[in-house]
């Protein structure tokens, strides 16, 4: 599995787990059958981190949402945007410009070119903040 498609699996579990209490463990174990993937490192690295971190990677939305509630962003561009944060915050091998160009990408499969320019924006700011 590329990291490109890993990445997109881990985005998919993030935006799943939206919906649904499972346990991250539960849910990652399903989608491992239901999607016959083999999870990599990378991809259980970044689902179990953003849970793990959830509520500094949230705040940090919040602070560079401006002008709108963190509750009030599609949970399409949630999930992307706490995707991408974690990977800023918590992963020294994935440069914050390439992160970025990747959550741009999987809105634009996933959403509309609206949520794209959005979340860019979003993370541009947080991208200059850190």
């Known amino acids: 599995m590329t990291r490109r498609q890993a990445r997109e699996e881990a985005f998919i579990l993030?935006?799943?787990?939206?919906?649904?209490d499972s346990?991250?463990?539960?849910i990652l174990e399903l989608a491992?059958?239901?999607r016959d993937?083999?999870?990599?490192?990378?991809?259980?690295?970044?689902?179990?981190?953003?849970?793990?971190?959830l509520e500094k990677?949230?705040?940090?939305?919040?602070?560079?949402?401006?002008?709108?509630?963190?509750?009030?962003i599609s949970k399409t561009a949630l999930a992307v945007l706490r995707l991408s944060i974690y990977e800023m915050l918590y992963r020294d091998d994935i440069d914050p410009a390439v992160s970025i160009n990747e959550a741009v990408e999987i809105l634009k499969k996933y959403?509309?070119?609206?949520d794209a320019k959005y979340v860019n924006g979003i993370l541009?700011?947080?991208?200059?903040a850190s």
């Not at 993937?37 to 971190?53: A, C, L, R, S």
């Not at 990677?57 to 009030?72: E, F, K, L, P, Q």
């Open 23 to 26: 346990p991250l463990s539960e």
């Open 111 to 114: 959403a509309t070119d609206m």
């Open 32 to 34: 491992t059958e239901i």
């Open 57 to 72: 990677i949230d705040g940090i939305i919040s602070d560079n949402a401006v002008g709108w509630n963190i509750d009030r």
């Open 37 to 53: 993937i083999e999870p990599d490192d990378y991809m259980k690295d970044t689902f179990y981190g953003v849970y793990d971190n």
């Open 14 to 20: 993030i935006f799943e787990k939206q919906f649904n």
């Open 124 to 128: 541009s700011s947080v991208n200059k």
